[in-house]
């Protein structure tokens, strides 16, 4: 027996082998083809995997099991490098954005937005097609020469709403306690909230309000700019649903054009004035015109991305570990090729402890030479607590910033257990409060003085640190910390960011501080797991994630909120677990 099941175990590890090698070699054939453009070439854009903020290197990322093809997904690094890529190129004469809806946050939108409109300053076009556009999806066809809508279609505009989960009545349905302790005064820190309340306190509502009208505006001037639409007409439309047919949308000057797919390119075949070849843009990755001149400079610009909620120990898919990168700072700030460092931060927070260490790092990175921080989509809480030793910090107008506050959640499962599931708990004990923190009783008073004491030093603390950081009174930094979520136009106006820009306007003025011109190149940190090591965790618990929120969809960050919660610990400096804006 035991024979059999050992040959049958080898046989299937050897045929997972042997499929992973094709998977793998088919992937990296796919990303090593050297493609050349033609003449009259039009890059079409079609984004449908998530947007990241660096492009995935997992050989399984998207990978299409049906027609064992690579549908390569590209992040916003090679994105914007591509778009500038393409400007450059004289066999590109345009983009064809063929897509109703974008994949990405805001903030990346954004980023995508101005390089596109650096692209259309060289004289090439863009045109635009959908089937439907959604709010994002029309944001960033708003620029295009020409915006193309299908007959049956609509414009999804309609403003923003921001949702928030809540926990509960369902937490009161399971008889589980939640004792939650903020800092002085965090009245806006309301990551706590969907625990406590069934709706949203007076303070989230206002701060969330606050932070969706700044979002929103920062759309509609751009629209307005572009398509020449007042913003109190656009806010008349949105509030009665009124481009909910082709026809409307037509009329309002929102698109230019009711057609077909067929007849868009046409009409591009007419603008080239030839038969277009078109390319799909992650197909463009694989072009490399010819320089005249190779860079062959030893300087580099390390790009470390932080992106992902933030705990210790090690970093995992789609989060931070301190660990991880406060070695991958470590690495960076030790290299001798290194001139300078830009931090991409894409993160809501976590471990305040964890944020620290990385803090720390990046403080004696920045000694050492510039150290630069460009937000993402969120830069807050935790997310902000690593950035606050950087030299210079760079947001979008629509980056999720601030929220400096933190707080503790301890729960307690006792009646839970007891009444639910018929389970009890008895102990013995040495001292006092030899049981502190147990999870399974609610806390004493002691305990829950000791736990405050130290929530409220934690507070002052992060408070103390913007404000030596950013040049700051204390005393201002309060008045907006407090656990304040502040849009990054806003974050500008009162000190806690330096410069509104996306990525390369942070790597253009690290490059400056560190007077390199163009003379260096780009080294990207954290380096990337070993092959084998991406295969583990894709066939693990990573694949079954992936499958779980195939099959979820859009209940799927719900899920996500309530595991986050589920595996707090020690003290947090994060957003609301689970806020969905669109």
Known sequence: MFASFAGTLLTLILIFLIFAGMVASITSMAKKQIVKTEPHTVLRIAWKAPIRDRTPQNPFENFDFNTMKPNRSLGLNDILKDIDKASKDPNVDGIFLDMGSVPAGMATTEEIYNKLREFKKTG??????????????????????????????????????????????LLDKLDIKTQVIRGPNNKYKSAVEPLLLDKMSKA???????????????????????????????????????????????????????????????????????????????????????????????????VIYALGEISQGKSKDNSIGSATLAEAIRQARTNKHVKAIVMRVNSPGGDAQASDIIRREVALAAKAKPFIVSMGNVAASGGYWISTNADYIFAQPTTITGSIGVFGIIPDFGEFMSKKLGITFDKVMTN??????????????????????????????????????????????????????????EGLKLGLVDSLGGLQNAIAYA???????????????????????????????????????????????????????????????????????E
């Open 511 to 581: 490059a400056k501080e560190a007077k390199l011109g163009k003379n260096y190149r780009i080294s990207n940190y954290p380096k990337r797991k070993e092959f084998l090591q991406e295969l583990i965790e894709e066939f693990s618990g990573k694949a079954q994630s992936k499958i779980i929120g195939n099959k979820l969809q859009a209940f799927e960050p719900y899920l996500s909120g309530i595991q986050t919660f589920s595996q707090m610990k020690g003290v947090q400096a994060r957003l609301p677990f689970v806020m969905k804006i």
């Open 432 to 489: 006092k409060n030899a049981d502190f923190v147990d999870v399974m009783a609610p806390m004493n008073t002691l305990q829950t003085q000791k736990l405050n004491n130290g929530i409220t030093r934690i507070y002052k603390n992060f408070v103390a640190l913007v404000a030596r950081t950013r040049h700051l009174r204390k005393s201002y930094v309060d008045s907006i910390a407090r656990g304040h979520v502040w849009a990054g136009s």
């Open 124 to 169: 090439k076009f863009i045109v635009s097609y959908a089937n439907n556009y959604d709010q994002k999806a029309y944001y960033l066809a708003s620029l295009s020469n020409k915006i193309y809508l299908n007959p049956e279609g609509m414009v999804l505009f309609k403003g923003l709403s921001a949702q928030v989960m809540f926990l509960k009545n």
């Open 204 to 302: 989230n509502r206002q701060q969330t309000q606050a932070l969706l009208n700044s979002i929103w505006g920062n759309m509609l001037t751009s629209i307005s700019k572009s398509r020449h639409i007042s913003i109190g007409e656009m806010n008349k439309l949105a509030d009665n649903l009124t481009l909910s047919s082709a026809a409307k949308a037509l009329k309002y000057h929102f698109i230019d054009g009711i057609t077909y797919r067929d007849m868009v390119l046409d009409s591009i075949r007419k603008r080239v004035g030839s038969k277009p070849h078109y390319m799909a843009f992650a197909k463009y990755d694989n072009v490399h015109p010819e320089k005249k001149k190779v860079n062959i400079s030893r300087n580099r610009i390390a």
